[in-house]
């Protein structure tokens, strides 16, 4: 039968749909690098898209899962998740296709609507996908592996992505070089790369098994299902503090890149770079914090990433004073530093929080009113964003020190605020609110801070022997033959 679903799944079953959900992360990882971030905004820039337009960009994909709400209706009718996510993926990621053709058969101002469009459509018909596929793997994933499991995806996922969005990088700088004219359509070959990754990433998903949903036991109305998770004091705690700190993220990170493009005047080439080097600090630090959200609790991980992240955010307020100086390239390489170890164990507890506090039975609709809230704070933010930077624009904070002596004045300029600075300095005041509110969430495992840090290093420094240069050359000599050697034990 197509999309089987099983009542249970053995062991062996379980470890091979574990494999494939790794191998559709690295799929779908490959074509959200190729298609989103840097590139979708450089490609939107290219076109003459306006800060507006960069917000709503950055608006649609969060408000589209709003559409979670009737994807809990047809999920819960059609049980087969698996089925869904397989057919909304397909539908969405197929309209790829009039953005890789815009280059060629549009203008500019028409590029800019259809671009839009399709960024509507494919948000919409993804936001049915999540909804199933959150579903499938809270079933599907073992509870106990949740952290080990997700840091693992995560890991393998952004190892890939370094390496992508660096040769996509300089592809592009080399692009705009020999075909200056031609700029837009090196985007579109990157984004045809992107989308046969994420048909791939469907196969691969077709083949996942799916246990059985269990079934509530209750009889109620849509409107009732979403109104549960709202009932449940702890998660209602935990749906304030995940919309409040999304509401803060969205404020200030989609004009992250056009800060550095426009403001600062880097190359595509070099805002890779540091995008690889906080990609390269998840790597290092993902492991580590899954072993502390399954060894504490997804909450202690983020009671030490949350405050990280918010100073990273503090601190592109003074990147420029007010133009780019002495410590701008040092302090963009210590953001990206900070952002990378946070952001590592922010998205990973944000969504493993979610998945352990939300009841077995009940995980469509608990998962989905976490993303409703969610949908809504990380789309109204960079909207407003993009209405009022321009506002902005025309003011300017200014804090000095002044030094006078009979000679000579001097002035230091300490804090300048323009234009998106504004943002980062909103940004960082609603992340602190958001924190606050993470303090009355309650999960069990919960550990104090220091506990939590020391744990982090600890194992940070158990990883990174890995990396040194008596470690790294044994285990790279050691790797094909132990591959071998197990592969052999297996077949035994």
Known sequence: MVFEVKESLTEEEVDHGLKLVIMDGLATQAMVTLTGGIFLVAFALQLGASNTVIGLLAAIPPLAELLQMPAIYLIDRVQKRRA??????????????????????????QGIFVLIASIVLYSSFSAFSHCGWNSWMRDLIPQDRLGAFFSRRLTLSTGLA???????????????????DLATCGYSF??????LAGLFGIILLARTPEPRMVADGEEDGLLAAIAKPFQDINFKNLIIFLGSWNFAVNLAAPFFTVYMLQRIGLDISLVVALSVLSQVMNIIFYRSWGRISDRFSNKSVLAVSGPLFM??????MFVTLPEVYALTYPLLILIHI???????????????????LAPQGQATSYLAASTFANSVAAGVAPILGGLFVDFFAERELIWTLIWKDPVRELVFVT????????????????????????????????????????ELIAGVRRDMRNFSPAGGLRDLVKFPFSVTRNRRRKKQ
Do not use: C, T
Request: aromatic share 18%.
């Open 84 to 109: 869904v996510v397989v057919a909304a993926s397909l539908a969405a990621r197929l309209f790829w296709i009039p953005i890789i053709l815009i280059p060629f058969f549009l203008s500019p101002e």
């Open 162 to 180: 370094l390496i992508i969005s660096l040769i996509a990088g300089f592809f592009i700088d080399s692009w705009e070089a020999a075909f200056p």
């Open 190 to 195: 990157l984004f045809l790369l992107g989308l």
């Open 311 to 316: 100073l990273a955010i503090f601190a592109w």
């Open 338 to 356: 900070l952002m990378g170890i946070s952001l590592a164990g922010v998205s990973l507890a944000s969504g493993n929080i979610s998945l352990k």
């Open 415 to 454: 804090f300048n605020l323009r234009q998106w600075e504004f943002f980062f300095f909103f940004a960082f005041l609603l992340g602190l609110y958001s924190l606050h509110r993470l303090a009355v969430v309650q999960e069990e495992g919960e550990a104090k801070e220091q506990v939590v840090v020391n």
